[in-house]
């Protein structure tokens, strides 16, 4: 059974960081590219990163490039989402899922892509 466990949210100030995991089991992690995604109160969920396993590539949204890194750890079957100089505007409800493919592909930031999901995690930045 494929698991995602999101985790690492909370309340932070705008400028400041967060480090969120996403901790995979029950499928072989090298198969599958990994992607986080967002959803803010009365808006649609959001493609923020992906990171594809077939060749380390890695995406992200505009409005987040030069700001969030996205990585994996294949030993920990973990992928990691840094995010830094976070402004209230990132706040939201944020969830890792798992495509039915190695690699992140053109379409990555649609939630569709993505064949599984994890709970999601809060981030709230303050102003």
């Known amino acids: 059974e494929v698991q995602l466990q999101a985790s690492g949210g909370g309340l932070v100030q705008a400028g400041g960081s967060l480090r969120l995991s996403c901790a995979a089991s029950?499928?072989?992690?090298?198969?599958?590219?990994i992607g986080w995604f967002r959803q803010a109160p009365g808006k649609e969920r959001e493609g923020v990163s992906c990171?594809?396993?077939?060749?380390?590539?890695?995406y992200y949204a505009d409005s987040v490039k030069g700001r969030f890194t996205i990585s994996s750890d294949n030993a920990k079957n973990t992928v990691y989402l840094q995010m830094n100089s976070l402004k209230p505007e990132d706040t939201a409800v944020y969830y890792c899922?798992?495509?039915?493919?190695?690699?992140?592909?053109?379409?990555?930031?649609?939630?569709?892509?993505?064949?599984?999901w994890g709970q999601g995690t809060l981030v709230t930045v303050s102003s």
């Open positions: 899922a798992a495509a039915d493919d190695p690699s992140c592909g053109s379409s990555w930031y649609k939630a569709e892509t993505m064949g599984y």
């Open positions: 029950g499928f072989t992690f090298d198969d599958y590219a």
């Open positions: 990171i594809s396993s077939s060749d380390g590539s890695t």
